[in-house]
């Protein structure tokens, strides 16, 4: 006997533990931003190369992950937290992600030279942009438990502590974001100019990966108000 | 009645048959819903909960499962138009069992979701309206039946709301969960354990106590009650000193010691439900029969007949009967796939779903145990407790009325047309 049984067919596909994971991959993703800056002010291009490859397959993961977890969230479902801002929540995950991939990608592309005394401030900069998308990674992850006390109370505050946090790492990047753009501006003259270009670029990229981790946030924080 | 006398043997033989394989399908079924959401959670293992429920269906059927059985027996036919034509009662009933065990064959093959309740209901009131007259059928009864299946699983979902909701501010947003749901999950485990006493003390054994001549005031009730339930109490705080924290499992979820101190009071919510479904789907089955051999063990439509009791005692024995040979499979299916309620949902849902059942067996009215569940998670659900709900299924729900009433209905006619140049 075949049983459409109306209890079991109640329940969908918790939406929450695969975007928990998505963000998982999502930040292995980006973590690997360090090493491939190590690497490629040392000049190592095929070291930098492979970390790119690496970062390549995650960033594929993430994206099929992206793609199932939408295709298994019908408007009919009935939840806790909006389905619209669940589905933002994802894309801007997702982007983190693809934005890491950009930044290795052009750097390895034109094999990018950090000018000479921006080297310890670039590794500083993508050091504390994938702290902001370690830290939004921390926030998803308390979603089940959030989800177990039904969106309300001490495990709210707890949440929006993290969330505080976030924004904070995130006001730091700026910061040396500012910093490194006067020290590049300070030296431009003697570059090339196209390469001085791209270094804007690249800067401007690893900052966004931290404007997106806020971002993921400040979703989490609407999915909280509701 | 020269018919009763001629075959009246074959007649009773027949009802208890088709009586028992309702009875049959009620548990290798409709059972597997009824614990499906203490399997799905993983506070009882298949095992646990057949044995489980094996024990509180059969005592659900047995001591408060009279009030609905009488329902389907002479509520939903007026006993005074049926005076004067005996025989047409005992075609028709044995006709409804039937058709609406047919029926729930047939949609359990095709897997359509369809409700015992409703099938039998049906079938009684398309082979009364059709086969003898629109004015035999008690229409304000069969309105107030109609209104119950609308108002149980909302009744349910508000209750299981409230609950999850306590749950909420009582426990899971308190400094330390753990040492709270210890504190707290007892005072649930004594309303459970008194809500059964006192259902069965005023409805189930009115009919017991009368027999061997004891009688109980309202207030006498209570405090057998208020004991049983302090005794459940009891039990239930000892099981729980036996949870200790699992620190291995707190690293990945910090409510997962919570879940396993929600678990033990799973496994109570589990035997009310268990008993409440016993005590309102069991008449499904034994209803009609009860009617059939009643009258035709008295030759005579009686208002004021009494039922025998190893009728419900059969209903019982069916039900296990289903458990054991097709619900240990349904139960591990439906287990499987709503692995998603958590025990601290699926606690709140059951109590409130067992609640509101139990309240309309008192009260004699026939629903559908499923869509009381289903209404019951919908408002844990509200209350921003499950991650995900289908929603469609509501308007399967629906579908399935629509569907049902008209089948029963249609199939009890033609049988009880087969029955009735049977045997005239």
């Known amino acids: ?14 939406p929450i533990s695969p975007l928990q994971s998505h963000m998982t991959v999502v930040v292995s993703c980006t973590e690997l931003l360090c090493d491939f800056v190590t690497a490629a002010i040392a000049a190592d291009w095929q070291q930098a190369s492979n970390v790119f490859d690496r970062m390549s397959e995650l960033e594929h993961e993430a994206d099929a992950m992206k793609r199932k977890l939408r295709l298994h969230l019908p408007k009919s479902l009935f939840m806790p937290i909006d389905r619209t801002d669940l589905l933002n929540m994802l894309s801007q995950q997702d982007r983190i992600a693809n934005r890491s991939k950009d930044i290795a990608g052009l750097m390895l592309g034109r094999k990018m030279v950090i000018p000479q005394g ?34 309300i109370g001490k495990e709210v505050d707890f949440v929006e502590n993290l969330i505080r946090e976030l924004d904070a790492l995130e006001d730091r990047t700026d910061q040396l974001e500012q910093e490194i753009r006067h020290s590049l501006f300070e ?40 | ?40 959670s993983r506070a009882l293992s298949v095992k646990q909960a ?63 979701p369809v409700s015992t309740t409703h099938s039998i209901v049906g079938a009684i009131v398309g082979f009364a309206s059709v086969g003898i007259s629109a004015s035999a059928v008690d229409w304000d009864k069969v309105g107030s039946i109609v209104a119950s299946w609308v108002v149980s699983p909302l009744l349910a979902g508000a209750l299981s709301y409230m609950l999850f909701r306590s749950v909420q501010r009582l426990i899971l947003t308190q400094d330390d969960p753990f040492m709270r749901a210890k504190k707290i999950i007892p005072f649930y485990m004594f309303a459970v354990g008194f809500l059964i006493a006192m259902v069965t003390m005023l409805k189930g054994l009115k009919h017991v106590f009368k027999d061997v001549g004891i009688h109980l005031s309202f207030g006498q009730c ?33 409510f997962a010691n919570v879940e396993r101190v929600f678990a033990i009071l799973m ?158």
């Open chain 2, 222 to 254: 209570t405090l057998i009650a208020l004991v049983i339930g302090l005794a459940v109490m009891a039990l239930g705080t000892v099981l729980l000193s036996r949870v200790k924290p699992d620190l291995e499992a707190e690293r990945v979820n910090r």
């Open chain 2, 267 to 424: 496994v109570f919510t589990a035997c009310a439900m268990a008993f409440a479904h016993g005590s309102n789907d069991v008449a499904n089955a034994v209803g009609p029969l009860a009617a059939v051999v009643n009258v035709v063990k008295s030759g005579a439509v009686e208002a004021k007949s009494t039922m025998p009791h190893w009728i419900l005692l059969l209903g019982g024995v069916g039900i296990v009967l289903g458990l054991a040979t097709y619900g240990f499979k349904v139960m591990g299916t439906v287990g499987k796939k709503i692995t998603e309620l958590t025990p601290s949902r699926g606690f709140a849902a059951e109590l409130g779903a067992a609640a509101t059942v139990v309240l309309a067996s008192g009260t004699g009215l026939p629903i559908s145990t499923t869509h009381t569940l289903v209404g019951a998670v919908l408002g844990v659900g509200l209350a921003r407790g499950i991650a995900a709900l289908n929603l469609r299924i509501i308007g399967t729900i629906f579908m399935s009325w629509l569907v049902t009433l008209p089948a029963g209905a249609g199939l009890a006619i033609l049988f009880f047309y087969f029955f009735k140049g049977l045997f005239s």
């Open chain 1, 187 to 226: 030296q431009e003259k003697n570059l090339p100019p196209i390469d001085a270009m791209f270094l804007y670029q690249v800067i401007d990229i690893i900052g966004e990966v931290a404007d997106l981790s806020q971002s993921v946030g400040g979703k989490l924080q609407l999915l909280l108000a509701r």
């Open chain 1, 118 to 151: 921006l080297e310890q401030p670039m590794i500083e900069f993508v050091s504390a942009s994938v702290e902001a998308c370690r830290q939004a990674h921390k926030a998803i992850n308390e979603l089940d438990e959030l989800l177990e006390v039904g969106f």
């Open chain 2, 50 to 112: 057949i044995f489980i429920a094996m024990i509180f269906e059969f005592a659900g059927a047995y001591l408060a499962g009279g009030e609905v059985t009488e329902t389907i027996r002479k509520g939903i036919i007026d006993p005074a138009v049926m005076a004067g034509q005996p025989e047409l009662l005992v075609f028709g009933m044995i006709s409804a069992l039937l058709a609406a065990g047919t029926w729930l064959l047939l949609a359990s093959i095709m897997g359509w």
């Open chain 1, 1 to 14: 006997m075949v049983f459409n049984n109306p209890l079991s067919s109640l329940f969908g596909k918790s």
């Open chain 2, 1 to 40: 009645m020269t018919l009763f006398a001629e075959y009246g043997q074959i007649l009773i033989i027949l009802a208890c048959v088709f009586g028992v394989f309702m009875a049959w399908g009620v548990g290798a079924n409709d059972v597997a819903n009824a614990m499906g959401t203490s399997v799905g």
